[in-house]
């Protein structure tokens, strides 16, 4: 699978303290000896953080990410960090090569969280923490048939993750089950002075997220289905966007069984134009400044700047023009800016038709095509509309492919509307059963 | 019913039917029943077919034994029956308090998933 890169090697030491600590107290934190599995852009003190990268292979920061730290408060323990697509794009890195879907090893598991959506889907650990710029969290949860939250920009602190594109930026859970998803996000979202972005969520979560889970859910909440293709390398004519189109199909009958009013299809005016306006995959404009201004906060890194990774014969080749392109390329150019500009009217848009039609969230596949197999990467994303808009996206199982590889559906809503997605997902969930543990990595023999 | 992976009784079950059945004429109820991929006929004929044809068995109209069975009881003799496999953390959080489960047996469990599956286990 290639799913984990290094082991916690405290790890049974702390469960160790956690059975001593309940036997004493008899109280359970929220996330009480929760194995978690942490996607390796983000910060430990007490681990490697490698970001995929064999230039980082043995760092060690002299920090631990806000996440980490409200994960440990909550009870949990970091089992291991886990693989990523190299600097958290695509599927693949120099530190440990690529990830391998849980489903059947030799198609693509998606990327960039991979190994956090490899390790779930194995049954690896209890939950996961991905990071979310162009689709890296749904990504990799749809291709392993489990849960994953992108969450409303600001909601979720990324102070210790390295950046990518900080205008698009998210940290989020990967779980097996949407209660869990909900449970990890609980621990995880609110405002961190660390990162003055999360001022945008201050009074606006929720008590509790896992008080959204019922089960009528569905009942009376009005939905619609964006079956426009969202990215240019969708084949609406393939045989596999047929079974994608099928997936969407069942899903709506289900959707509609639970109570559910849904509109199929919707119509989103300019759609294709205005996603093409706000941006590519790649957050070109970004990465350098970002990622120096990140490497500055570590004196002790080994490689100073971006130039220095995008020259280093280190680098996997896969990520080697992307990450050139970015070189010499800054926030205020006016290409850039245009982008930034385009993404209001797309908000406006998509909030023009929940308006006009009471909707409460869409629901669209979070690919048009199925797994391929590697090494190349699954086409027809629709993971980058919540990127651009900075609104809440969570992916669930919907089913699998005549191939037996996983399809995910995806629910998007208004921003710090995540109790609202799980309630619909939830109710989905618990009424369609989807997701089945890949029968190549059964139950060991106790 | 016998694990042969963990060599020890798992379940007492009852036979409620046997019957023959032609490859061709299993249908949607069975491959719903049996529970492996998403459940569905397309995937229970494509994973038998696979199956029976490693063992150069196959053939459109093989006979089948299909048999029908409920379980009368779970045998969970063994210390930790704790199974992680897609445990959700309330699952966890229940064995622990039931006393059925400790945090170190859960991470041990974990463990030893990823040193049997993540660099030995299926490429």
């Keep these: 699978m290639n799913a984990v890169q290094n082991v916690n090697p405290r790890a049974l030491q702390e469960a160790a303290d956690l059975d001593a600590k309940f036997k004493e107290s008899g109280q359970m934190a929220p996330l009480h000896c929760t194995p978690i599995l942490l996607k390796d852009q983000v910060e430990t003190d007490f681990m490697p953080t490698t970001y995929g990268s064999a230039m980082f292979k043995t760092f060690v920061p002299k920090r631990t990410a806000t996440v980490v730290d409200r994960l440990l408060r909550a009870g949990a323990i970091i089992l291991a960090k886990t693989n990523l697509g190299e600097f958290a794009a695509g599927g693949s890195g120099s530190a440990f090569g690529d990830c391998h879907n849980a489903y059947n090893p030799i198609y693509y598991a998606s990327g960039s969280s991979c190994g956090a959506g490899v390790g779930i889907a194995s049954d690896f650990g209890a939950a996961g923490i991905g990071e979310d710029t162009a689709g890296s969290i749904r990504g990799p949860a749809s291709h392993g048939s489990v849960v994953g939250l992108r969450p409303t920009f600001g909601l979720v602190s990324c102070f210790g993750a390295m950046p990518q594109g900080p205008s698009r930026d998210t940290i989020g859970p990967i779980a097996r089950t949407v209660r869990d998803a909900a449970i990890v996000l609980e621990a995880i979202a609110g405002y961190d002075p660390k990162d003055p972005a999360t001022a945008a969520s201050y009074r606006r979560i929720p008590e509790s997220y896992t008080a959204f889970l019922q089960p009528n859910g569905l009942n009376g909440m009005r939905l619609a289905v964006i079956r426009q293709p969202m990215d240019k390398s969708t084949d609406t004519n393939a045989p596999d966007f047929k079974e994608v189109r099928a997936m969407v199909d069942r899903a709506v009958s289900k959707l509609r069984a639970r109570g559910a009013e849904v509109i199929d299809p919707i119509e989103i005016p300019d759609l294709l134009r205005l996603l093409e306006g706000s941006g590519t995959l790649s957050s070109t404009y970004e990465m350098e400044q970002a990622t120096n201004d990140y490497l500055a906060q570590h004196p002790d890194a080994p490689v100073r700047t971006y130039k220095a990774i995008v020259e280093s014969p280190l680098l996997v080749e896969s990520r080697r023009k992307a990450m050139s392109d970015g070189l010499g390329r800054l926030p205020t150019d006016p290409t850039f800016l245009l982008q930034l500009q385009t993404r209001e009217p797309l908000r406006t848009q998509i909030l023009k038709v929940m308006a006009d039609n009471r909707l409460d969230a869409f629901v669209y596949a979070t690919f048009d095509h199925v797994p391929t197999r590697l090494p190349l990467a699954t086409p027809g994303s629709n993971r980058l509309l919540s990127t651009f808009l900075g609104y809440p996206a969570l992916t669930v199982p919907g089913g699998y492919s005549s191939a037996g590889l996983p399809l995910g559906l995806e629910f998007l809503g208004l921003p710090f509307a995540e109790g609202t997605l799980f309630k619909a997902a939830y109710d989905f969930e618990q009424f369609t059963k989807y997701r089945q543990p890949p029968s190549i990595t059964p139950a060991l023999s106790r | ?123």
Aim: glycine share 4%; charged share 30%; hydrophobic share 40%.
């Design chain 2, 1 to 123: 019913l016998w694990s042969a992976v963990q060599d020890a009784p798992l379940a007492i079950i009852e036979t409620v039917e046997i019957v023959q059945r032609r490859f061709s004429e299993v249908d949607e109820a069975h491959a719903h029943d049996e529970g492996e991929g998403d459940r569905s006929l397309t995937y229970w004929r494509d994973a038998h077919r696979q199956y029976f044809s490693r063992r150069g068995q196959f053939a459109e109209d093989m006979l089948l034994c299909c048999e029908r069975f409920r379980v009368v009881e779970r045998l969970t003799g063994s210390t930790n029956t704790f199974d992680v496999v897609d445990a959700t953390i309330d699952d966890i959080h229940a064995a622990m308090r039931s006393g059925a489960l400790t945090c170190t047996q859960l991470v041990q469990s974990y463990l030893d998933r990823i040193a049997a599956y993540d660099q030995a286990g299926p490429k």
